[in-house]
């Protein structure tokens, strides 16, 4: 059986620890290969390769940076089909829903592209009598990035093309579950003539994940994934001195007001429930129906949810495809019967179902749940699954106040053909992504991705300016160029402008 290798100062390195887990087919439930776990050595000598390579890396031109970011881009083009089946085979979204995380992926590359743009200080003459002052970023040396196995290319993009064409090394920590996109991603860097050891991934899980956290040659941390790990990545990381962006879980609320156009709103409300098997931190988890859009909502919410085609995500016409695990697949059917079995009405019930030629696959249908109160758990937990719970309630602020009191705050939306219920609505709501009549409110990349409570721990949100900001030290330089002949006489009392 094939064993994924890591990616070390440019070659594939096969690591110290004879340790590996296994990778699954979610459409076959087939073990198809498996990954090296990296020891604390193997971080050790990823950690080496990237120091050397920051030594020249940091000292490398803005041109030549961008250069091979436009270089890295053009190939993410050409090698998309090739690239979305690999991330399919693995996690099982469909091919189309992987070339769109690519798609968002990218736009980060590009934003680096544009990194001399951004990157510019500012200057202000004469701040004092022949005293100018200037400013300039620099890069921060090895930095690291563990990602999730929701979006195994675009989460990892948002992270390594600003890190690296800021001028620093980097080290990727990727899912064990689906690692293959992080070595293809690697080859393709090797190819867009990025020098060896500024991109290297290391496999593994929590032993490699702890190396990372409290190695001293690590600067900074970048971290997405569930909200019990990035609360424990951000405290250990920062107690190691490490700067860090710890990004959590969710559980997004699309807001359905009565004045909504009710087909738009559910349409879009499934697209955003059931796309990729509700395995995205900005998929939405709960719709909150307001007065008189319940009835009508949750009707046409039935039907889309029974239209769903679930199938092998590589299978044309294919919608939803399995989820990653067999344990997530439990843990999802457990949910909507734990639901049941609390007084929610269950609408559409995807338990049990059988994809033909794919009976041990890890699939799960649609399911839609109706008068769910916060209450219950498939309310207050994350199922990261095929589940849309439908809240009723009377009133907006009504809803506000729901999405307020929860704790995650990572996307929600609002459907409404009111421009003052959608400005109330974006005021008031304590979430950090915010759509009208958007279900899935992702920012581009030159705007910056972070929800607010529990869904980031820290302050940082990422990419876009925050990523830049992230990734590098300012400096601020004050000088003077005295004329020879000049006395500038030196006072004792604190420097004052004059
Ligand atoms: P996860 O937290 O289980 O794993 C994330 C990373 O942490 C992986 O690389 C994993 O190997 C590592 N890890 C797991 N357990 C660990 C432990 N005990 N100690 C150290 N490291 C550990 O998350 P997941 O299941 O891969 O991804 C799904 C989660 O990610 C969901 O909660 C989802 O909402 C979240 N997510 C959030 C965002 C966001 O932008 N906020 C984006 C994508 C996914």
Redesign the pocket.
């Known amino acids: 059986m094939k064993t994924i290798e890591h990616w070390i100062n440019g070659s594939p390195a096969a690591g110290t620890s004879p340790e590996t887990a296994p990778v699954f087919n979610p459409a076959t439930g087939q073990e198809q290969a498996r990954v090296a776990l990296a020891s604390a050595v193997d971080v050790d000598t990823a950690v080496a390769a990237a120091t050397a390579a920051f030594e020249t890396w940091s000292e490398s031109s803005l041109t030549q940076r961008t250069q091979v970011m436009f270089a890295f881009r053009q190939l993410l083009v050409e090698h998309e089909e090739e690239l979305g089946r690999i991330i399919s085979a693995e996690h099982g979204k469909t091919v189309d829903d992987a070339r769109g995380e690519i798609t968002r992926g990218r736009e980060v590359v590009e934003f680096a592209c544009g990194l001399g743009d951004v990157l510019k200080g500012s200057f202000s003459d004469q701040v004092s009598r022949g005293v100018d002052v200037h400013n300039f970023r620099q890069p921060l040396g090895v930095v690291a990035g ?6 195994p290319a675009m ?1 990892p993009l948002w992270m390594h093309p600003i890190a690296i064409a800021t001028g620093n090394t980097f080290i990727l ?4 579950r689906d690692p293959s996109a992080a070595n293809f991603v690697a080859e393709l860097y090797k190819r867009a003539e990025l020098p060896d050891g500024v991109f290297n991934v290391v496999h593994g ?2 032993e490699a ?2 190396a990372i956290l409290t190695h001293s040659g690590i600067e900074a941390v970048s971290f ?4 019990p ?1 990035a609360r ?1 990545v951000h405290e250990t990381a920062t107690s190691h001195g490490k700067r860090v962006q710890a ?4 559980k997004n609320h699309a807001v359905v007001l009565p004045d909504a156009d009710l087909k738009f709103a559910a349409n879009h409300i499934t697209a955003g429930a059931y796309g990729s098997a509700g395995e995205r ?1 900005m998929a939405v988890s709960v719709a909150v129906a307001v007065g008189d859009a319940a009835d009508g909502l949750v009707e046409i919410l039935e039907r889309k949810a029974r239209e769903v085609k679930v199938g092998p995500g590589d299978a044309a016409g294919t919608e939803m495809g399995p989820l990653v695990t067999k344990a997530a697949q439990e843990r999802v059917e457990n949910a909507v019967g734990v639901a049941d079995g609390q007084g929610a009405a269950v609408i559409v019930d995807g338990r049990g179902l059988k994809v033909d030629g794919h009976e041990d696959g890890f699939f799960t249908g649609p399911s839609l749940l109706d008068h769910v109160t916060t209450e219950m758990d498939a309310y207050k937990e ?1 199922l ?1 699954g095929p589940v849309l719970a439908v809240v009723r309630v009377d009133t907006l602020d009504e809803a506000i106040g729901v999405i307020n009191a929860n704790p995650y705050g ?1 996307g929600t939306a609002l459907f409404t053909g009111s421009g003052e219920a959608a400005r109330r609505f974006q005021r008031n709501v304590k979430v950090g992504m915010i759509g009208v009549n958007v279900p899935v409110p992702v920012p581009m990349s030159y705007y910056s ?1 972070g ?1 607010w409570k529990d ?1 980031l721990i820290g302050d940082s949100p990422i990419h876009g300016p925050e990523g830049i900001r992230f990734y590098t030290r300012p400096k601020v330089v004050t000088t003077r160029w005295p004329q020879p002949a000049q006395q500038v006489t030196a006072g004792f009392n604190f420097p004052t402008s004059s």
């Open positions: 563990i990602t999730p196995f929701n979006f989460v920590k990727p899912s064990e899980g929590k994940v702890d997405v994934g569930s909200t790990i424990y990004l959590g879980g969710a931190c994350e990261f990572n991705f929800g869904s």
